[in-house]
């Protein structure tokens, strides 16, 4: 069973910066297709990143430019780097994996954590 822990949430002030950790269980960050998505308070969940087994990256137009999702094969963690943060990027943040990733969307994963809670403020 694949296990995931995300770290690193907390409040910041807008244009600040937050760096989230997932934590997986062995060998998963470096074979499965790996993101992160969020939900906001009555809102529906949203894809923010992912990245390949290769390391390919891809962004949801909200964040591209101010996010950067990259990992750590040798300690099995996830990491979303979030520069110049936005009121409206307040949500619940988790990650995911899936081993057949490359054409599922990142909401279909078949695995994910148990979130950690950003909050920004104006």
């Known amino acids: 069973q694949v296990q995931l822990m995300e770290s690193g949430g907390g409040s910041v002030q807008a244009g600040g910066s937050l760096r989230l950790s997932c934590a997986a269980s062995p060998n998963v960050v470096s074979t499965y297709f790996m993101a992160w998505f969020r939900q906001a308070p009555e809102a529906r969940r949203a894809w923010v990143a992912r990245i390949a087994i290769d390391g390919d990256t891809y962004y949801a137009p909200s964040v591209k430019g101010r996010f950067i999702i990259s990992k750590d094969n040798a300690s099995n963690t996830l990491y979303l780097q979030m520069n110049d943060v936005k009121p409206e990027d307040t949500a619940m943040y988790y990650c995911?994996?899936?081993?057949?990733?490359?054409?599922?969307?990142?909401?279909?994963?078949?695995?994910r954590g148990q979130g950690t809670q950003v909050t920004v403020s104006s």
């Open positions: 995911a994996a899936d081993q057949n990733g490359r054409s599922r969307p990142v909401l279909d994963f078949q695995f």
